[in-house]
Nanobody, 124 residues
Framework: QVQLVESGGGLVQAGGSLRLSCAVS????????MGWFRQAPGKEREFVAA????????YYEDSVKGRFTISRDNAKNTVYLQMNSLKPEDTAVYYC?????????????????WGQGTQVTVSS
């Protein structure tokens, strides 16, 4: 059974930074592509960033390019999302997701494993 647990969310002022972590249980983490999604109140869940299982390839939603960085440490079974230059519109619950595939996806329904989410609030 694979379990994902996010941490690192919180309240930050606009222009600030946060680093989200997602700890993944199980011995095959290195065989999972990982993604971050977010959901703001009243909106659908949207793709933020993804990384393949080696960490060699990443992909970002346009609005976070140049501000967010996804990375992974397969020795620690953890994926990270470094968020810089945060904006109020980044406010959302952020979810970590995993799929047992080399390649990542931007589609939430292609991920089979999800964390419980962590709240990120950016004040203006």
């Amino acid at each position: 059974q694979v379990q994902l647990v996010e941490s690192g969310g919180g309240l930050v002022q606009a222009g600030g930074s946060l680093r989200l972590s997602c700890a993944v249980s199980g011995r095959t983490f290195s065989r999972y592509a990982m993604g971050w999604f977010r959901q703001a109140p009243g909106k659908e869940r949207e793709f933020v960033a993804a990384i393949n299982w080696t960490g060699a390839s990443t992909y970002y939603e346009d609005s976070v390019k140049g501000r967010f960085t996804i990375s992974r440490d397969n020795a620690k079974n953890t994926v990270y999302l470094q968020m810089n230059s945060l904006k109020p519109e980044d406010t959302a619950v952020y979810y970590c997701a995993g799929r047992r595939d080399y390649y990542y996806s931007t589609k939430s329904n292609e991920y089979g494993y999800w964390g419980q989410g962590t709240q990120v609030t950016v004040s203006s």
